[in-house]
């Protein structure tokens, strides 16, 4: 049992791939100690975090190349976007993405989002996304993946009334699992009103490099939208 399983975190996946090439390496080292977020000093109010005024503040749970989280800040600059990736190659290519396109709306973690979670203020977050976490397939795995019982309570903690929360997967077994998972919380509603809801991305959706290799393998995604009660 790996310590975050012991210590009952959500994050089970490699920490680090290949080395970074130098000029990456140069600019995380450069750019990433002024996004990255110390969890220990937070302020009440998650706005102060950027260093421009920010309308509402929202969260991107496991980005991984960043495609998302840096086209929803470009097309929202009035918008505070806090993204989580412990895996250091993702979390290079968002901190290069922030770095080249002058993003001044992003902060970034780069840990286990339950950890960010559990100190962020109550009702801080306007929206979370949650797109194609990692699946974890094979039935004893199942247990491993990010939406739980206990995950769902803390996104609810830390949500604000009527905030949206979208998940996306082209695993089937992992959108029965969230939608009965959902089904059980007190605090979230399924919003889907027709086959069309969950059969077509949301609007502006630039898609994600894990979805582009899904449909290349022949898989389409869902996606779910659930409203914090
Ligand atoms: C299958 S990938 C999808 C990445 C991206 N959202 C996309 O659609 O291309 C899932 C990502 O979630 C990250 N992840 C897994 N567990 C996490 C956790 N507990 N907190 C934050 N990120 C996590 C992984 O490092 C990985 O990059």
Not at 176 to 187: H, K, Q, Y
């Amino acid at each position: 049992m790996s310590d975050d399983e012991r210590r009952g975190g959500s994050f089970y996946g490699r920490r680090k791939g290949k080395a970074l090439r130098a000029g990456r390496a140069a600019t995380v080292a450069g750019t990433l100690p002024r996004l990255k977020l110390d969890v220990e000093a937070l302020p009440d109010a998650l706005a102060e975090l950027f260093a421009i005024a920010v309308r509402e503040v929202r969260l991107e749970i496991g980005f991984g190349g960043a495609e998302h989280l840096l086209h929803r800040a470009q097309e929202n600059p009035d918008i505070g976007y806090i993204g989580v990736e412990p895996f250091i190659d993702g979390l290079a290519k968002g901190v290069a993405g922030v770095d080249a396109l002058g993003l001044r709306n992003v902060r970034l973690y780069d840990d286990d989002a339950t950890k960010l979670l559990d100190r962020l203020p109550a009702g801080s977050l306007a929206s979370v996304d949650l797109l194609y976490p990692d699946p974890w397939p094979k039935t004893r795995h199942w247990k491993r993946r990010f939406v739980s019982d206990e995950n769902l309570a803390r996104l609810a903690r830390v949500m604000t009334p009527g905030a949206p929360f979208r998940f996306a997967s082209d695993i089937d077994t992992y959108v029965a699992w969230t939608l009965e998972r959902v089904r059980r919380s007190p605090d979230f509603e399924w919003t889907a009103e027709r086959p069309g809801d969950w059969r077509a991305p949301w609007a502006g959706w630039p898609g994600t490099r894990y979805e582009a290799k899904a449909i290349r393998e022949g898989r389409r995604g869902t996606y779910l939208t659930f409203r914090r009660l």
